[in-house]
């Protein structure tokens, strides 16, 4: 294909957080541009939008169901690639679905729907269509995450036997969502939401790194779920432990009222000979603790001698050079560069490279959905460990 990738998008409106961030990142590495939206639940801003990104006023659509029909409907040389959908929880399914069977490849947030149920008529979706569906699960997109999983997948560590991963933030210390702020309204709300806000919101984050570094899978586990703030209807704050599949034990913690707190995800993973650090707030750096040895520190884009060379994952999601700090955009513009490069490469009839096949896909969203479902199973029910099921 020797033209860009042309994007569309529900949702990523002037009244919009992440949709932003979405085409900072898709547009990082000239591959990819926007031509049509439904960018808003209000018409009039939506509008707006289209008009403040350049796209042609014929190509706002009033909503995702005339944008996804209308464009189906122009010829192939001009008609959308792929949709990319960045609205509330409750509103990722229809029109991923919707976007699917009329040809599409798809972007969703996470979680990728409300229900497991929703979730696994997606994933029968992609595998009957054989489209594309890239889940934006942001921290697996970094440098040394990806160093992380490989010297894991290698066995530096040895058996893995513990797992400790971390996500706090404090922006919902108050209640929010009553004091205008309309991302804490839809979030705290379970009729958009989901049935939990924090693991809905952060908690599929980290059990999605957890097992992407890890390489494991989470079996079972026990939960404990707390609404701290007065009158909120949905958790703010949750601890889980966790059995994955090898005998390794973890914790997950989620939590958005540890005041003070910005966006501290954190993973450590300790194997039979030695351990792991990464931390978002600190993403160029990968701390490593052997046993009996001085600890080491890994940093993106150097190009270490062996055996220390960086991984080939590591370095195809490096930009710039070693010391020049690349953060949460270059992260997001990585999953968006290997899932352009991977529809890319279907639709010339090429096998994609592992590396460029390396996104989170309809697969981490239908268990990220069963998360959910087990951890508010477990904290409401009276059983100690609950499994996971599929
Ligand atoms: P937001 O409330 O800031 O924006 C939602 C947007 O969706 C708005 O533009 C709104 O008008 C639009 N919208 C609502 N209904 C619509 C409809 N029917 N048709 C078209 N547009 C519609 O929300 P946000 O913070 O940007 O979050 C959006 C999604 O992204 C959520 O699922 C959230 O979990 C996810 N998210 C992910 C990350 C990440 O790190 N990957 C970060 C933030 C948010």
Same mark, same amino acid.
């Given at each position: 294909?020797?033209?860009?990738?042309?994007?569309?998008?529900?949702?990523?409106?002037?009244?919009?957080?992440?949709?932003?961030?979405?085409?900072?990142?898709?547009?990082?590495?000239?591959?990819?541009?926007?031509?049509?939206?439904?960018?808003? #639940?209000?018409?009039?801003?939506?509008?707006?939008?289209?008009?403040?990104?350049?796209?042609?006023?014929?190509?706002?659509?009033?909503? @995702?169901?005339?944008?996804?029909?209308?464009?189906?409907?122009?010829?192939?040389?001009?008609?959308?690639?792929?949709?990319?959908?960045?609205?509330?929880?409750?509103?990722?399914?229809?029109?991923?679905?919707?976007?699917?069977?009329?040809?599409?490849?798809?972007?969703?947030?996470?979680?990728?729907?409300?229900?497991?149920?929703?979730?696994? $008529?997606?994933? +029968?979706?992609?595998?009957?269509?054989?489209?594309?569906?890239?889940?934006?699960?942001?921290?697996?997109? @970094?440098?040394?995450?990806?160093?992380?999983?490989?010297?894991?997948?290698?066995?530096?560590?040895?058996?893995?036997?513990?797992?400790?991963? $971390?996500?706090?933030?404090?922006?919902?210390?108050?209640?929010? +969502?009553?004091?205008?702020?309309?991302?804490?309204?839809?979030?705290?709300?379970?009729?958009?939401?989901?049935?939990?806000?924090?693991?809905?919101?952060?908690?599929?984050? &980290?059990?999605?790194? &957890?097992? @992407?570094?890890?390489?494991?899978?989470?079996?079972?586990?026990?939960?404990?779920?707390?609404?701290?703030?007065?009158?909120?209807?949905?958790?703010?704050?949750?601890?889980?432990?966790?059995?994955?599949?090898?005998?390794?034990?973890?914790?997950?913690?989620?939590?958005?009222?540890?005041?003070?707190?910005?966006?501290?995800?954190?993973?450590?993973? @300790?194997?039979?000979?030695?351990?792991?650090?990464?931390? /978002? +707030?600190?993403? /160029?750096?990968?701390?490593?603790?052997?046993?009996?040895?001085?600890?080491?520190?890994?940093?993106?884009?150097?190009?270490?001698?062996?055996?220390?060379?960086?991984?080939?994952?590591?370095?195809?999601?490096?930009?710039?050079? &070693?010391?020049?700090? $690349?953060?949460?955009?270059?992260?997001?513009?990585?999953?968006?560069?290997?899932?352009?490069?991977?529809?890319?490469?279907?639709?010339?009839?090429?096998?994609?490279?592992?590396?460029?096949?390396?996104?989170?896909?309809?697969?981490?969203?239908?268990?990220?959905?069963?998360? #959910?479902?087990?951890?508010?199973?477990? /904290?409401?029910?009276? +059983?100690?460990?609950?499994?996971?099921?599929?």
């Amino acid at each position: 294909m020797k033209r860009k990738l042309r994007m569309g998008m529900v949702g990523g409106g002037n009244d919009a957080f992440i949709g932003a961030v979405h085409r900072i990142a898709a547009f990082m590495d000239g591959k990819i541009e926007l031509v049509c939206g439904a960018f808003s #639940i209000d018409p009039q801003i939506s509008k707006q939008s289209g008009e403040d990104l350049f796209v042609a006023p014929e190509r706002v659509y009033l909503n @995702y169901e005339e944008m996804i029909e209308k464009e189906s409907l122009l010829p192939e040389g001009e008609r959308m690639d792929f949709v990319t959908i960045v609205t509330p929880n409750f509103l990722h399914f229809a029109p991923a679905k919707l976007a699917l069977e009329k040809g599409f490849d798809v972007v969703v947030e996470k979680p990728m729907t409300v229900s497991v149920e929703e979730a696994k $008529e997606l994933q +029968e979706t992609v595998e009957r269509t054989g489209r594309t569906l890239c889940l934006t699960h942001t921290y697996s997109g @970094y440098p040394m995450v990806k160093q992380a999983k490989a010297m894991v997948k290698e066995g530096h560590f040895g058996k893995i036997r513990k797992i400790v991963v $971390e996500y706090p933030q404090g922006w919902l210390s108050r209640l929010s +969502e009553r004091e205008g702020n309309a991302g804490a309204a839809w979030r705290a709300d379970p009729k958009r939401s989901g049935k939990s806000l924090v693991m809905g919101d952060i908690g599929t984050h &980290a059990a999605h790194l &957890a097992e @992407y570094v890890s390489g494991l899978k989470i079996q079972e586990l026990c939960a404990d779920l707390t609404t701290f703030v007065e009158g909120r209807l949905l958790d703010d704050d949750g601890s889980v432990l966790l059995r994955f599949e090898n005998g390794a034990k973890g914790v997950l913690m989620a939590s958005q009222i540890s005041a003070g707190e910005e966006n501290a995800v954190r993973i450590r993973i @300790y194997g039979e000979k030695g351990g792991l650090e990464w931390a /978002n +707030e600190d993403p /160029n750096n990968l701390i490593i603790k052997m046993l009996d040895q001085p600890r080491q520190l890994y940093r993106t884009g150097n190009a270490y001698a062996a055996p220390y060379t960086l991984s080939s994952f590591a370095t195809h999601n490096t930009r710039v050079p &070693a010391g020049h700090p $690349e953060g949460l955009l270059e992260s997001f513009a990585n999953i968006y560069r290997n899932f352009a490069a991977t529809v890319t490469a279907k639709r010339e009839g090429k096998t994609p490279t592992a590396e460029q096949q390396d996104f989170p896909t309809v697969y981490d969203g239908v268990r990220g959905m069963a998360f #959910i479902d087990t951890v508010v199973k477990n /904290n409401e029910g009276t +059983e100690k460990w609950t499994k996971f099921v599929l």
